[in-house]
Structures are given as C-alpha cells and as structure tokens.
C-alpha cells in the first residue's frame, strides 16, 4: 500500500487544455510537496504546500488537509508541460507518489 | 514496483567527522542518481546528479570536496558527508532513474536521512 497516490498514471492533452494531477496520501503530513521531473531527469521543486493554494504562473496548486487531497493544475497547457509530475509529502520521513507522466500534444 | 532503499534514516555525529549515505536500487539498473537536500520548512533542493561509472556533476553551490559523490554500480549510489559541521544538518534525499523500459523515465525515491550534526 503506497502512503501517496497520484492519478492519472499517463495524461495526454492537446496544447491549451487545463490540466488536473491529484494526490491523495494517507499520513499525516507537515507539507507536501508537487516535484516536476523533465526528460532529461533533472528534478525541479514547484510548490510546497502546508494549507490553501499556491499559484505561480500558470500552475495552480490546492491542499485540502482535512480530505488529505492534493490537486496541481496547470492552465493553458503547453508542449514544454511535458514531464513527470511527482507528489510528495513529508513530517519526518519522506513519502513519494510514484508520478504522473504529461505529454502535451502541440 | 521499483524499490530504492536508502540508509541510514537518521544519524548523529560529532561535528569534524564523515558520514556515509548509501542508496541502492533494490530491482533494477539505476543508470542515474540524483542527491537532494532539504532544510527545515523548505523544498528539496537538488544537490547533484550522478551516472554509473562517471563523476557527478554538482549544482551551483555545492561544495564536491564536501560532498562526496559515488556512483560504482549501477545499484549503488553513496553520499559522504566530509567533515560535518552543524550548518550541514539537514535531510538528504536520493532517486534513482534506471532502465526499465516503459517506466525509465520516472523517478524512484528513498525515504530520506535524518542528518544532524553536534
């Protein structure tokens, strides 16, 4: 049983579509944490999360703490969306969805 | 699934002593390695990323004399904390991306250590 659950596990959207990743995890957490992973396998930080909503540029990111639910969504999508999106959230310990895979279609 | 076993989860040591981090791939090929840290109440930070058989390549920033980086085997990457000091307590964070076709493209993490430094 994996402590974080992302889905979709695969998304394919056409260029300009609004984009929804989920995360639902089931241990308490002091924040959580949305990872971007290119192909190239560099990993970049895009929100971390404790209450509410962050937004930054056309990524939005909402945490319900007591539905222990996390969505990243991403407007007017674009080619250069294309990555793994990984969820994550930590207290102490560290535990990882195992990632969503966007490709974004021109 | 893929399993990436790091350890140890935590550890404390005297300031001015090494400490290693191992990270293992459990079922398959990690042809590269990525370190992370993280200080209290802020995001991970990539520290360096590593490739089988080569050295690592280090982020603006990062000491390499400090941070010694190993990646021998294709399931086994280590982290050696030279001559810590307080400043260096923090978490660090390994993931593996290896060869396993369809899902090669995904990152697979350890758990985390605790490091912290007297």
């Known amino acids: 049983k994996n402590e974080v659950e992302q889905s979709p596990q695969n998304l394919t959207a056409q260029e300009g579509e609004f984009i929804t990743i989920n995360c639902s995890y089931s241990?308490?957490?002091?924040?959580l944490h949305w990872l971007q992973q290119h192909p190239g396998g560099g990993i970049v930080s895009l929100f971390m999360l404790s209450s509410g909503k962050k937004k930054h540029g056309r990524l939005i990111a909402t945490i319900n703490i007591q539905e222990k639910h996390s969505s990243l969504h991403i407007t007017a999508s674009h080619p250069r969306d294309s990555a793994v999106y990984i969820c994550?959230?930590?207290?102490?310990?560290?535990?990882f969805g195992t990632g969503t895979s966007l490709t974004v279609i021109p | 699934g893929a399993v990436v076993s790091q350890h140890p989860s935590r550890v404390i040591c005297k300031s001015g002593t090494s400490v290693k981090i191992e990270c293992r791939s459990l079922d398959f090929q990690a042809t590269t390695m990525f370190w992370y840290r993280q200080f209290p109440k802020q995001s991970l930070m990539l520290m360096a990323t590593?490739?089988?058989?080569?050295?690592?390549?280090?982020e603006q920033g990062v000491e390499k004399d400090k941070f010694l980086i190993n990646h021998a085997s294709l399931t086994l990457s280590t982290l050696t904390v030279t001559s810590a000091h307080p400043e260096d307590s923090s978490f660090y964070i390994c993931s593996a991306r290896g060869d396993r076709g369809r899902g090669s493209e995904k990152l697979f993490f350890g758990s985390g250590t605790q490091l912290s430094v007297l």
């Open positions: 994550a959230v930590n207290r102490v310990q560290f535990y």
């Open positions: 241990v308490g957490i002091s924040a």
């Open positions: 590593s490739n089988e058989g080569s050295k690592a390549t280090y």
